[in-house]
C-alpha cells in the first residue's frame, strides 16, 4: 500500500495553455479565502504575459496543482536573468500525493534551461508551507521577504 507522502504518478505536469485557464481559475478559487475573485480572463493575461509559464498537474479531466513562473531581465550578473515562483496550489483532495513537489520541479528544471541565476518565491506564515519549500531546495538564510499592498 502506498504512503500518502509517495508520489501518486496518476497525473500529468506540463504547461498549460490558454485552453486551460477557466480549469485554472476553479483551482485559484477553491483554494481562495474569502470572495471568489478570480477570472479566467485575468488567468488567460498572466499566461499570455512574455516569460510567464503556469506549470499545471492534471488528474480526472481537472487541474489539481500549479505554479506559477516568471522570468524576468536583469541589469547585474552579467544581464543573466532571475525567476520569480507564484501562486503555488494542490487541490485539497490531491494534497500529500507529490503534486506540489512535481510542479515545483517542473518549474525549477524550466528556470535553470533559462540560464537565471536564482529562482525567488515568498510564501505566506500563516500558510505553513515554509517546510515544503524548504524541502523542495529553497531557503531563507540570505534573503528577507517584505510586502508592501496597496491601502
Known amino acids: 500500500m502506498k504512503s500518502r507522502s509517495e508520489p501518486d504518478n496518476a497525473f500529468n505536469v506540463r504547461p498549460m495553455i490558454q ?63 532571475y525567476a520569480l515562483i507564484e501562486n503555488v496550489a494542490t487541490s485539497q483532495a490531491y494534497r500529500m500525493r507529490g503534486v506540489g513537489r512535481q510542479v515545483m520541479r517542473a518549474a525549477i528544471d524550466e528556470a535553470w534551461r533559462q540560464d537565471v541565476y536564482k529562482i525567488m518565491l515568498l510564501t505566506g506564515q500563516k500558510r505553513s508551507a515554509r517546510g515544503f519549500y524548504e524541502r523542495v531546495g ?14
Do not use: W
Open 19 to 81: 485552453q486551460d485557464a477557466s480549469r485554472l481559475t476553479e483551482l485559484y478559487n477553491e483554494l481562495t479565502f474569502g470572495p471568489k475573485t478570480a477570472r479566467t480572463r485575468r488567468v488567460a493575461a498572466v499566461m499570455a504575459h512574455p516569460g510567464t509559464t503556469i506549470f499545471g498537474a492534471e488528474a480526472d479531466g481537472r487541474i489539481i496543482g500549479m505554479v506559477t513562473l516568471h522570468i524576468l531581465p536583469n541589469v547585474t550578473y552579467d544581464g543573466s536573468p
Open 138 to 151: 529553497f531557503n531563507c538564510e540570505d534573503k528577507f521577504g517584505m510586502v508592501m499592498r496597496r491601502a
